[in-house]
């Protein structure tokens, strides 16, 4: 869009118009319309974040068929009850939410440090193999096309939306 409209003479001020599907008349008086200078529509992705919070079935419609779930797994399933008291989501519980809501990758934080990571891993594992587990500084890529996982060392944010 930029390239294209920058040879067209389009003002800066006037660029959101054109990616809001407004056409845009130049001060000469000549029309500058999206499909000049938008291209084909791309897929989107969608991306939902939850934390410090109680699971709650309805959570599940709202991840429906994202593309990338970030969600706390502060707690073990055997401290459900420990979870549901402070407002926050088992391993298991984030695991799952991924799952039945179909999405494409699930990124999983905010963890008790009363356990080894391996545990929650384990735990988030046994629902959802393909969980990431995050980390201090790990970056994670996430497009339409690839879905989710970890970016290469040294690769912030090519192909994609980086979290």
Not at 121 to 136: G, H, K, L, R, T
Not at 142 to 150: F, K, N
Request: overall charge negative; proline content about 3%; hydrophobic content about 40%.
């Amino acid at each position: 869009m930029v390239e294209v409209s920058d040879k067209l003479g389009v003002p800066k001020r006037d660029r959101g118009k054109l990616a809001r599907g407004e056409t845009v008349v130049l001060g000469d008086g000549e029309r500058v319309t999206p499909a000049q200078v938008l291209g084909e529509p791309q897929a989107g992705c969608k991306i939902v974040y939850m934390g410090d919070t109680a699971f709650d079935k309805r959570f599940v419609s709202l991840c429906r068929n994202a593309t990338c779930l970030i969600c706390e797994a502060t707690y073990l399933g055997r401290d459900k009850a420990l979870a549901g008291r402070y407002k926050h989501l088992t391993a298991r519980e984030a695991a799952t939410l991924a799952e039945q809501g179909g999405v494409g990758g699930l990124v999983v934080n905010h963890f008790s440090n009363r356990y080894d990571v391996a545990e929650i891993a384990e735990e988030v594992y046994s629902v959802f193999p393909d969980a990431i587990m995050a980390d201090d500084l790990r970056t994670v890529q996430v497009s339409a096309a690839g879905g989710v996982r970890v970016a290469p060392s040294g690769d912030d944010c090519g192909g994609g939306n980086s979290v």
